[in-house]
């Protein structure tokens, strides 16, 4: 199954709402992603801008939006903890603001996760390791 490339009105509106957050930009499904200590807390995905929350967070917003559902970037096959608000839920500036502002403190609560090394990398260390 092809992905739809990211809605680029999305990616503009969650890059500026992260423009004060202290975090690092990488690329994930095609479009930015954003991360803390390695912990990725939100991006976009085709329609929507998905993100990282607690239980707790998630629940509130479930019962606030109808329109708001678990990210699947496969179908069945959810992420565990990141939900993916649609496009109506994002174009309110002040609502996608609280919802990162949760997302981003819930994730930065989180241990720093290494960053993985590739497979490459890895296979060309073990190469040389030989040679020692």
């Known amino acids: 199954m092809a992905w739809k ?3 680029p009105d ?4 969650l890059e500026k709402s992260l423009s004060d957050f202290q975090c690092d930009r990488k690329f994930m499904f ?3 992603t954003f991360f803390v200590r390695n912990n990725m807390f939100a991006g976009v995905h ?13 629940e509130e917003l479930f019962k606030l939006y109808d329109e ?3 990210f ?7 992420m565990k903890e990141y939900v993916a608000l649609p496009e109506e839920i994002c174009i309110q500036a002040e ?3 609280e919802w990162l502002g949760r997302s981003f403190t819930y994730v930065s609560s989180l241990p720093p996760k290494e960053p993985r090394r590739t497979g490459k990398r890895k ?10």
């Open 30 to 32: 095609g479009s930015p």
């Open 10 to 13: 999305l990616i503009t509106i």
């Open 68 to 70: 708001v559902s678990l």
């Open 72 to 78: 699947e970037p496969m179908e069945g096959r959810p």
């Open 95 to 97: 609502i996608l603001r």
């Open 5 to 7: 490339k990211a809605n």
């Open 123 to 132: 296979k060309i260390v073990e190469y040389y390791a030989g040679y020692l």
């Open 46 to 58: 085709q329609d929507t801008i998905i993100m990282r929350l607690s239980e707790k967070d998630r």
